[in-house]
């Protein structure tokens, strides 16, 4: 008897358990025996990661085609398309085939998609696939990494309702460390998105919707959202469309071809909304945004809001307003906010206890 039918099935999918869905992948096709285990082992099949780097049809890469420039980098003519069939790979049979696998237990699923301008048919084609397979009534994680803007809501339309998810994240690629990019479309766009048990939403790289009216949309279950505001309507339209958030992170979205308006402040009603909300945090803030951030975010009563600088915008050389509104703060701290990052927290409390954390 050879090693591999020594352990009883259960004791190699526990082992197996622990490995990435590739490593499955690879030892389903050592042994016909290992891969009967493997194949009948739904729990190894629970975290799939889909990619696609096939370019769209409207990519104007050197593998798509070629365009010729004169001296100053101006076009000499039009673009002209030399790939026969779009280049780049996907594993999206694959994927589809082991979601197949995990039979009706809860699946994690991420998305990473370039180039810059990535086939959306072929997104929204997957994401249709996992509905009539069934796969997407059992999303619970759904991350999507992305270069072009427009992934999420392509995926997004294939998909419509996800009955199961509770935490999407979307993490635009970019390629300067510090810049969030944002699309000032809305990251989707169809009153058909369904995602009644969503607790967790972090979107960066894509815009809150602006809604029409009589529109349906709504996050009940939503406790945690991340994400950028692009004016004092998008934070009306997020607080009305999620009633149930505990935690708001503000990301600033430092937009340096195209500057927002940090003139903008909230009124009556947002700003009753929003100071239901016990903990806030803005990040990414700027000495342009430090003021914008206080005043739209602090709240009179709100037990815990942070502000965090942005790496080389450190509030080091101008006047700091931290105290802005603040008319009995007894205590400032300073402190280390973990002792293994190199992070310092300065904390103003007042009576209410911590109003103002600044982590730099
Ligand atoms: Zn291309």
Partial sequence: MSLATRLPPELWCAIWELLPYEDCVSLSHVCRYWRDIAIHCPRLWTHL???SFVHGETCECVLCGTQEFDDSGDPLGPFVRTATTPPGS???????????????????LSVHTEPV???????????????????????????????DLSTLRCLLGGLKRLPALTTLVTEQLYDDDDDIIIDAQSWYDSDEIDM??????????VGWPVQDRGSTVAFPSLRSLACSFWDAEDVEVALNVCPALDELHVL??????????????LEGNTLSKLERIPFVRVSGIAYRSE?????????????????RYRGYDAPSDYALDIWLDLQDVELVGLTWTHPTEDYVALT???????RRTLIQ
């Fill in 49 to 51: 990661e889909f990619c």
């Fill in 252 to 265: 600033d979205p430092f937009l340096p071809q195209r500057p927002i308006e940090y003139t903008w402040r």
């Fill in 117 to 147: 301008r990535t086939d959306l048919t072929l997104l929204e084609d997957f994401g249709a696939r996992l509905v009539t397979t069934g796969a997407s009534d059992r999303l619970v994680l759904l991350h999507v990494a992305f270069e």
């Fill in 348 to 354: 103003v409390e007042s009576s209410n206890g911590v």
């Fill in 291 to 307: 003021e914008w951030a206080i005043d739209n975010f602090s709240g009179p009563s709100r037990p815990e809001f942070y502000l």
């Fill in 196 to 205: 009644p048990l969503l607790e967790s939403l972090i979107l960066i790289g």
């Fill in 90 to 108: 996907t594993n999206m049979r694959l994927i589809l085939a082991l979601a197949a696998r995990s039979g009706a237990l809860p699946l994690h």
